[in-house]
């Protein structure tokens, strides 16, 4: 019997349990005694707090308590993960974000008290009877308003209201000398609009304590469960890591807004101890609309030049990064080393400079939101191309094609290495565009457009060859470039003696499948059925460390971690094989679960060695009982996906919507180990960036209100808003990890963006139509079209 599951649509296993209802997510938890806590917020983006009475709350039947800032005085605030220092080397500024807001509150949401009562419902009302004092001061949120002099101050320790500044790529006087040499450049100014990430579940904390034990149980909605319990433990409340358990139950997704440390999961473990009795929160919508970390908000000015043949010869780039009130997690990274080091794109661009500052805002803080730094990066250079092919009179494909990096594949040919730090590790950018134009019929489609123009219907198509960065690289190297956490990952292969296997891996799973997919992967190595093995995660106490899943990482450094010790469990296997066979272990095959001895008929299989291992009776010398074994994967790199995304779109020339009529994505994600799994994240992601094109948007007012804070005003892509998928993909081999896959899960939202944008580019270019800001609501592309 063969049982090789590697590259096969398995069905998800966890959706039994999730489509009849039966997940279990930290807010179905219910602990003995347990209590509700309520966060009152600050209805300004900027204010002093002059008083707080809580007297009239406290009074009321079923309180139980209310904290407030002065409760939270001494205790250090939520911290940053990632430091970034100055272009000078001075160290990036890092404010406190404290628990709660004890003197002046930095963005609408901040919490200001918590209130504790028997029922959610008491604890909502009782906030609504607590009397603050506010003086109201003016607020900024706009990143290059607030670096106006006279701006409103963010934090009145830093006068100008900047974070860091930070730089990457070659000289800038090479870069002007490329640029001053070119026979064309295109300039542009972009606006990459910030996002809600509104994750399907809102986050929710439960805090407990262990009076016999002198133990705390954190229940969350997190992405890191061991991530949390580090930093809330070394950073936040100074508790020892082996008094505090933190599980992450079932998650109802987080495309990154869950990854980070909130000032709430410190709330309730704090305060558990404080009252003894289990602690509960959870947000409403609105809550997560003010303050989920929101995503994207670059501000840039950037100059493609090309010489006089169609090849570019430099780029350059001004950007200002909106972070928000505080530093969250991640927020430093973002702009700057998950960004800037994608501005090679998948092009041969020999000069490349980016200038970056990153700025405080009266806004809810940004970090990392699925795709994270890179679909701002390929926004900017796919734009640049489409316009600039545009005012060239070139083929926006032709463009891609003249400027592609050659065809690498990392063993034969070395990996590329870019103008802005990193090395590509295996590429063929042409390949998957000339499979897009293929399933498109480019030629064909010319001549559709044509004819519809005549007919007074806007076709437009429009181009993204985009890579990204996953996985994360080294930890020697993140943690020069100013990571507080290693990036690598655990795992543990536990065989029972029937034979059945249990794994213990430090990523998380919030929607990925990973049940799936690491049993695929265990299943197909060991020659055994899917049926046995069961996969374990999100339990600090269960699993020894992990890191948890974002930046697309959990296959290609989780998933070597599980092979590395599937690897060990197979080396040991074979010395308790090669002992009852009677021959050597170098004598041996393992295929089909079981080791036969070369050229022969003579074998014994996996279960009967996963026995013996436990019941040793005959068993080699000098060898352990017991076939259960852990590792650590640290990634040798980055893994690099690429793909081409083609859109076509329909625009209504007297209403100015716009239609999707095609979506075309080929992706080359590595090999591919549940190929229905692959094309349900690129569906997702294909969602979400279209989502940010036509659709999302968070708007601020001048107050620093958040107008765009409900279902009602922020606009999600819903079904009807999307085509069939056409989806395909090419596979180029991760050449540095065992199972040579690169990342899949924010693919789609990466590339779809900027391939509609310019798809609505290209459908009205003959109207004076060359660019817009996102999202393209039917409003704003009528006005452009009209405006003349």
């Given at each position: ?114 209130v504790v009562a028997e029922t959610k419902e008491i604890a909502a009302d009782a906030a609504e009877a607590i009397n603050v004092k506010y003086e109201v001061l003016k607020a900024v949120t706009n990143p290059k308003e607030a670096l106006a002099p006279g701006a409103p101050l963010v934090h009145d320790e830093y006068p100008d209201n900047v974070a860091f500044d930070w730089q990457i790529g070659n000289d800038k006087a090479e870069v002007d000398a490329a640029m001053a040499s070119a026979h064309h450049i295109t300039k542009l100014d972009f606006t990459n609009n910030r996002v809600v990430p509104n994750a399907m579940e809102p986050r929710s904390y439960i805090g407990d304590y262990d009076t016999a034990y002198d133990r705390y149980t954190l229940y969350t909605s997190t992405q890191n469960p061991h991530l949390i319990r580090l930093l ?474 958040l107008t765009t804070g409900t279902f009602m005003d922020y606009a999600m892509p819903r079904a009807d808003d999307l085509p069939m998928f056409e989806t395909d993909r090419k596979t180029t081999p991760c050449p540095h990890n065992p199972l040579g896959v690169k990342g899949a899960g924010e693919a789609g939202a990466i590339g779809s963006t900027p391939a509609v944008v310019n798809a609505v580019m290209n459908a009205t270019w003959h109207l004076g139509v060359s660019d817009l800001e996102m999202p393209l609501t039917p409003q704003r592309v009528w006005r452009a079209m009209n405006h003349k």
């Open positions: 019997m063969s049982n090789k599951y590697i590259g096969q649509s398995v069905k998800r296993v966890e959706d039994k349990r999730f489509i009849t209802g039966q997940g279990r997510y930290t807010d179905d938890i219910v602990l003995p005694r347990m209590v509700h806590a309520y966060i009152l917020r600050s209805p300004y983006a900027h204010a002093r707090i002059k008083s707080i009475d809580t007297s009239e709350a406290l009074a009321m039947k079923g309180v139980v308590t209310i904290y407030t800032g002065k409760d939270f005085e001494n205790i250090n605030g939520v911290p940053c993960g990632w430091q970034v220092n100055f272009k000078d080397g001075t160290t990036m500024r890092e404010p406190k974000h404290p628990l709660l807001v004890l003197d002046k509150v930095k963005h609408a949401g901040d919490g200001v008290a918590m809330m433990c070394a950073f936040v409340l100074g508790i020892p890591e082996h008094k505090v358990r933190v599980v992450g139950p079932d998650v109802g997704g987080g495309f990154g807004s869950k990854i980070y440390h909130y000032t709430e999961e410190a709330l309730v473990t704090w305060a558990a101890k404080q009252l003894r009795r289990p602690i509960k929160w959870t947000s409403d919508r609105s809550e997560a609309f003010l303050t989920d970390a929101h995503g994207r908000d670059h501000v840039s000015t950037a100059e493609m030049g090309f010489d006089k043949d169609g090849h570019i010869v430099g780029l350059r780039i001004k950007t200002y990064a909106n972070l928000g009130a505080y530093l969250s997690t991640f927020a430093s990274a973002v702009p700057t080393y998950l960004h800037g080091t994608l501005l090679q794109g998948v092009y041969t661009t020999p000069k490349i400079h980016l200038d970056m500052t990153c700025v405080f805002t009266h806004t809810t803080a940004v970090d990392a939101y699925r795709g994270a730094g890179r679909p701002e990066a390929t926004y900017l250079l796919e734009r640049l191309m489409d316009v600039s092919a545009h005012e060239m009179g070139i083929d926006p494909a032709e463009l891609r094609f003249k400027n592609f990096i050659p065809p690498f594949d990392g063993v034969n040919q070395p990996g590329y290495q870019t103008q802005v730090a990193l090395q590509y590790d295996s590429g063929n950018y042409k390949a998957v565009l000339e499979r897009g134009l293929e399933m498109l019929g480019y030629a064909d489609f010319k001549e559709k457009q044509a004819e519809a123009r005549k007919n007074g219907k806007l076709l437009g198509v429009g181009f993204s060859t985009y890579i990204e960065a996953c996985g994360i690289a080294p930890s020697a190297v993140v943690g020069a470039l100013g990571a507080r956490a290693g990036l690598f990952e655990s795992a543990q292969v536990r065989v029972q003696p029937t034979g059945k296997v249990s794994v213990y891996t430090g990523s998380h799973s919030h929607g990925q499948g990973h049940e799936t997919s690491f049993a695929q992967v265990v299943a197909d190595k060991l020659g055994i059925p899917l049926a046995d093995v069961e996969i374990i995660h999100g339990d600090s106490d269960s699993v020894a460390f992990g890191m948890g899943t974002y930046g697309s990482r959990s296959l290609a450094v989780g998933g070597s971690a599980i092979v590395k010790s599937i690897e060990k469990v197979l080396e040991k296997g074979a010395k308790i094989a090669a002992h009852k066979l009677e021959c050597s272990a170098d004598d041996l095959d393992f295929a089909d679960g079981k080791w036969t001895v070369k050229g022969t008929d003579k074998s014994i299989g996996f279960g009967d060695v996963a026995l013996t291992a436990y019941v040793p009776h005959v068993y080699p010398a000098n060898l352990e009982p017991g076939l259960d074994f852990s590792s650590f994967y640290d990634p040798a790199n980055f893994t690099y996906p690429f793909g081409c995304h083609i859109a076509v779109v329909e625009v209504d020339a007297e209403t100015g919507k716009v239609t999707i009529k095609r979506f075309v994505a080929v992706d080359d994600v590595g090999n591919v180990i549940n190929p229905m799994i692959v094309e349900g994240q690129i569906h997702g992601g294909l969602a979400q960036g279209i989502g940010q094109a036509l659709l999302e948007g968070v708007i601020y007012d001048e107050n620093g209100q």
